[in-house]
Protein backbone atom coordinates (compact mmCIF):
# COMPACT_ATOMS: atom_id res chain seq x y z
CA UNK A 1 0.00 0.00 0.00
CA UNK A 2 1.37 3.66 -0.75
CA UNK A 3 2.19 5.12 2.58
CA UNK A 4 1.04 9.15 2.70
CA UNK A 5 3.25 11.23 5.72
CA UNK A 6 2.11 14.15 6.58
CA UNK A 7 4.17 16.99 8.84
CA UNK A 8 3.71 18.23 11.27
CA UNK A 9 1.11 16.45 12.67
CA UNK A 10 0.38 19.64 14.57
CA UNK A 11 0.88 23.27 14.08
CA UNK A 12 -0.18 26.57 16.42
CA UNK A 13 -0.25 29.45 13.82
CA UNK A 14 -1.08 32.96 15.12
CA UNK A 15 -3.52 34.63 13.47
CA UNK A 16 -2.08 36.47 9.67
CA UNK A 17 0.64 34.11 9.88
CA UNK A 18 1.39 31.64 7.43
CA UNK A 19 1.37 27.77 7.71
CA UNK A 20 3.06 25.03 5.46
CA UNK A 21 1.76 21.07 5.85
CA UNK A 22 3.71 18.44 3.87
CA UNK A 23 2.71 15.39 2.21
CA UNK A 24 5.18 12.75 1.04
CA UNK A 25 4.09 9.59 -0.77
CA UNK A 26 6.23 6.29 -0.48
CA UNK A 27 4.92 5.75 -4.33
CA UNK A 28 4.84 8.19 -7.18
CA UNK A 29 1.29 9.50 -7.25
CA UNK A 30 1.29 9.95 -11.67
CA UNK A 31 -0.52 7.65 -13.17
CA UNK A 32 -0.71 6.47 -16.68
CA UNK A 33 -2.72 9.30 -18.12
CA UNK A 34 -0.10 11.88 -16.45
CA UNK A 35 -2.39 12.71 -14.14
CA UNK A 36 -1.35 13.03 -10.44
CA UNK A 37 -4.16 12.12 -8.02
CA UNK A 38 -3.76 13.72 -4.91
CA UNK A 39 -6.18 15.36 -2.85
CA UNK A 40 -6.10 17.84 0.52
CA UNK A 41 -9.10 17.68 3.01
CA UNK A 42 -10.28 19.88 5.91
CA UNK A 43 -12.29 18.65 8.78
CA UNK A 44 -13.62 21.02 11.27
CA UNK A 45 -14.73 19.18 14.55
CA UNK A 46 -17.77 17.55 14.81
CA UNK A 47 -17.87 18.52 10.72
CA UNK A 48 -17.27 15.98 7.85
CA UNK A 49 -14.16 16.48 5.74
CA UNK A 50 -14.30 19.16 2.78
CA UNK A 51 -12.41 19.20 -0.07
CA UNK A 52 -10.27 21.92 -0.87
CA UNK A 53 -7.50 20.45 -4.04
CA UNK A 54 -7.71 17.76 -5.84
CA UNK A 55 -4.95 17.04 -8.76
CA UNK A 56 -2.60 18.59 -6.40
CA UNK A 57 -3.53 22.79 -7.04
CA UNK A 58 -7.31 22.19 -8.75
CA UNK A 59 -9.03 24.53 -5.47
CA UNK A 60 -12.25 23.37 -5.11
CA UNK A 61 -15.36 25.76 -5.83
CA UNK A 62 -15.26 28.69 -2.47
CA UNK A 63 -12.30 27.41 -1.26
CA UNK A 64 -10.00 31.32 -0.27
CA UNK A 65 -7.34 32.09 -2.45
CA UNK A 66 -5.27 32.17 0.20
CA UNK A 67 -5.00 28.58 0.58
CA UNK A 68 -2.52 26.71 -2.10
CA UNK A 69 -1.81 23.76 -3.22
CA UNK A 70 1.83 21.98 -5.16
CA UNK A 71 3.92 19.59 -4.92
CA UNK A 72 4.44 17.02 -7.64
CA UNK A 73 5.58 13.04 -7.85
CA UNK A 74 5.75 11.99 -4.04
CA UNK A 75 6.07 15.46 -2.57
CA UNK A 76 3.60 17.66 -1.96
CA UNK A 77 2.66 21.11 -0.02
CA UNK A 78 -0.35 22.47 1.43
CA UNK A 79 0.15 26.28 2.35
CA UNK A 80 -2.01 28.99 3.86
CA UNK A 81 -0.67 32.47 3.41
CA UNK A 82 -2.52 34.11 6.37
CA UNK A 83 -4.26 32.11 9.29
CA UNK A 84 -7.71 33.03 10.03
CA UNK A 85 -9.73 31.60 12.91
CA UNK A 86 -11.90 29.34 10.82
CA UNK A 87 -9.34 27.33 9.67
CA UNK A 88 -8.56 25.52 12.61
CA UNK A 89 -9.16 21.77 12.49
CA UNK A 90 -7.39 18.74 10.60
CA UNK A 91 -5.79 18.80 7.80
CA UNK A 92 -5.69 15.53 5.45
CA UNK A 93 -3.80 14.59 2.03
CA UNK A 94 -5.06 11.44 -0.06
CA UNK A 95 -3.81 9.77 -2.41
CA UNK A 96 -6.25 8.48 -5.55
CA UNK A 97 -3.96 6.60 -7.95
CA UNK A 98 -3.33 3.47 -6.45
CA UNK A 99 -4.91 1.15 -4.74
CA UNK A 100 -6.49 0.94 -2.35
CA UNK A 101 -6.90 4.64 -1.35
CA UNK A 102 -4.52 5.79 1.51
CA UNK A 103 -5.10 8.92 3.50
CA UNK A 104 -2.03 10.92 5.65
CA UNK A 105 -2.49 11.02 9.12
CA UNK A 106 -3.70 14.23 9.52
CA UNK A 107 -2.41 17.59 10.62
CA UNK A 108 -4.23 19.46 13.32
CA UNK A 109 -4.02 23.13 13.15
CA UNK A 110 -4.80 25.53 16.10
CA UNK A 111 -4.36 28.99 16.62
CA UNK A 112 -1.81 30.29 19.00
CA UNK B 1 -27.38 20.49 -4.51
CA UNK B 2 -25.82 17.42 -3.33
CA UNK B 3 -26.81 15.50 -0.59
CA UNK B 4 -25.59 11.88 0.59
CA UNK B 5 -27.59 10.56 3.71
CA UNK B 6 -26.08 7.32 5.48
CA UNK B 7 -28.03 5.65 7.65
CA UNK B 8 -27.81 1.74 9.60
CA UNK B 9 -25.04 2.74 11.94
CA UNK B 10 -25.65 1.59 15.45
CA UNK B 11 -24.11 -0.92 18.48
CA UNK B 12 -23.77 -3.83 17.36
CA UNK B 13 -21.86 -6.94 19.34
CA UNK B 14 -18.21 -8.59 18.18
CA UNK B 15 -18.69 -10.97 15.27
CA UNK B 16 -22.03 -9.62 14.16
CA UNK B 17 -23.05 -8.01 11.51
CA UNK B 18 -25.06 -4.45 9.57
CA UNK B 19 -26.22 -2.99 6.25
CA UNK B 20 -25.00 0.83 6.09
CA UNK B 21 -27.01 2.10 3.36
CA UNK B 22 -26.47 5.69 1.26
CA UNK B 23 -29.13 7.15 -0.01
CA UNK B 24 -27.92 9.96 -3.27
CA UNK B 25 -29.81 12.87 -4.34
CA UNK B 26 -29.13 16.11 -6.64
CA UNK B 27 -26.75 14.59 -9.12
CA UNK B 28 -26.39 11.86 -11.19
CA UNK B 29 -25.57 9.02 -9.00
CA UNK B 30 -24.60 6.13 -11.89
CA UNK B 31 -22.24 8.16 -13.55
CA UNK B 32 -20.29 8.33 -10.51
CA UNK B 33 -17.87 6.10 -8.70
CA UNK B 34 -18.45 5.93 -4.73
CA UNK B 35 -16.27 5.20 -1.60
CA UNK B 36 -16.74 4.66 1.92
CA UNK B 37 -14.62 5.97 4.29
CA UNK B 38 -14.34 5.78 8.06
CA UNK B 39 -12.99 7.31 11.52
CA UNK B 40 -12.82 5.68 14.90
CA UNK B 41 -13.73 7.87 17.69
CA UNK B 42 -10.23 11.13 17.82
CA UNK B 43 -8.40 9.14 15.32
CA UNK B 44 -7.86 9.99 10.78
CA UNK B 45 -9.98 8.99 8.22
CA UNK B 46 -9.67 6.14 7.21
CA UNK B 47 -10.14 4.59 3.12
CA UNK B 48 -12.32 1.76 3.49
CA UNK B 49 -13.88 0.74 0.13
CA UNK B 50 -14.59 2.14 -3.19
CA UNK B 51 -17.20 1.15 -6.37
CA UNK B 52 -17.26 1.95 -9.71
CA UNK B 53 -20.07 3.65 -11.52
CA UNK B 54 -21.87 0.17 -12.49
CA UNK B 55 -20.80 -1.76 -9.78
CA UNK B 56 -18.31 -4.01 -11.74
CA UNK B 57 -15.24 -3.29 -9.58
CA UNK B 58 -14.99 -3.00 -6.04
CA UNK B 59 -11.91 -2.37 -3.85
CA UNK B 60 -10.94 -2.74 -0.29
CA UNK B 61 -8.67 -1.65 2.17
CA UNK B 62 -6.71 -5.04 3.60
CA UNK B 63 -8.14 -4.17 7.18
CA UNK B 64 -11.91 -4.99 6.23
CA UNK B 65 -10.99 -7.26 3.09
CA UNK B 66 -13.23 -10.66 3.43
CA UNK B 67 -15.19 -9.11 5.71
CA UNK B 68 -17.24 -6.11 3.86
CA UNK B 69 -18.97 -6.18 0.77
CA UNK B 70 -19.54 -2.65 -1.01
CA UNK B 71 -22.33 -2.37 -3.75
CA UNK B 72 -25.13 0.18 -5.42
CA UNK B 73 -28.08 -0.17 -6.62
CA UNK B 74 -28.35 2.38 -9.24
CA UNK B 75 -32.02 2.79 -9.87
CA UNK B 76 -32.38 3.73 -6.06
CA UNK B 77 -29.67 5.84 -5.99
CA UNK B 78 -28.12 3.87 -3.33
CA UNK B 79 -24.78 3.08 -1.94
CA UNK B 80 -24.20 -0.30 0.45
CA UNK B 81 -21.82 -1.53 2.94
CA UNK B 82 -22.24 -5.07 3.96
CA UNK B 83 -20.31 -5.92 6.95
CA UNK B 84 -19.69 -9.19 8.79
CA UNK B 85 -17.68 -10.53 11.30
CA UNK B 86 -17.64 -7.44 12.71
CA UNK B 87 -14.60 -6.38 15.55
CA UNK B 88 -14.10 -3.67 18.07
CA UNK B 89 -11.46 -1.95 15.84
CA UNK B 90 -14.48 -1.44 13.25
CA UNK B 91 -15.97 1.09 15.98
CA UNK B 92 -16.04 4.45 14.02
CA UNK B 93 -18.03 7.03 11.74
CA UNK B 94 -18.94 5.77 8.42
CA UNK B 95 -18.70 8.62 5.69
CA UNK B 96 -20.14 7.59 1.81
CA UNK B 97 -18.53 10.01 -0.19
CA UNK B 98 -19.30 11.02 -4.17
CA UNK B 99 -16.26 9.84 -6.26
CA UNK B 100 -12.88 7.39 -6.25
CA UNK B 101 -10.15 9.19 -6.92
CA UNK B 102 -10.62 12.61 -5.03
CA UNK B 103 -13.93 12.54 -3.26
CA UNK B 104 -16.11 15.64 -3.06
CA UNK B 105 -19.12 15.55 -1.77
CA UNK B 106 -19.19 13.77 1.95
CA UNK B 107 -22.37 12.93 3.88
CA UNK B 108 -22.45 13.23 8.05
CA UNK B 109 -21.70 10.04 8.89
CA UNK B 110 -23.87 6.81 10.35
CA UNK B 111 -22.02 5.74 13.56
CA UNK B 112 -21.09 2.01 14.16
CA UNK B 113 -19.88 0.90 17.88
CA UNK B 114 -19.02 -2.68 17.92
CA UNK B 115 -19.34 -3.58 21.79
CA UNK B 116 -20.58 -6.33 23.70
Known amino acids: DVVMTQSPLSLSVTLGQPASISCRSS???????????LTWFHQRPGQSPRRLFY???NRDSGVPDRFSGSGSGTDFTLKISRVEAEDVGVYYC?????????FGQGTKVEIK | EVQLLESGGGLVQPGGSLRLSCTAS????????MTWVRQAPGKGLEWVSG????????YYADSVKGRFTISRDNSQRTLYLEMNSLRAEDTAIYYC?????????WGQGTLVTVSS
Open chain 2, 97 to 105: ARGISAPTD
Open chain 2, 26 to 33: GFIFHTYG
Open chain 2, 51 to 58: ISVSGDST
Open chain 1, 27 to 37: HSLVDSDGNTC
Open chain 1, 55 to 57: KVS
Open chain 1, 94 to 102: MQGTHWPRT
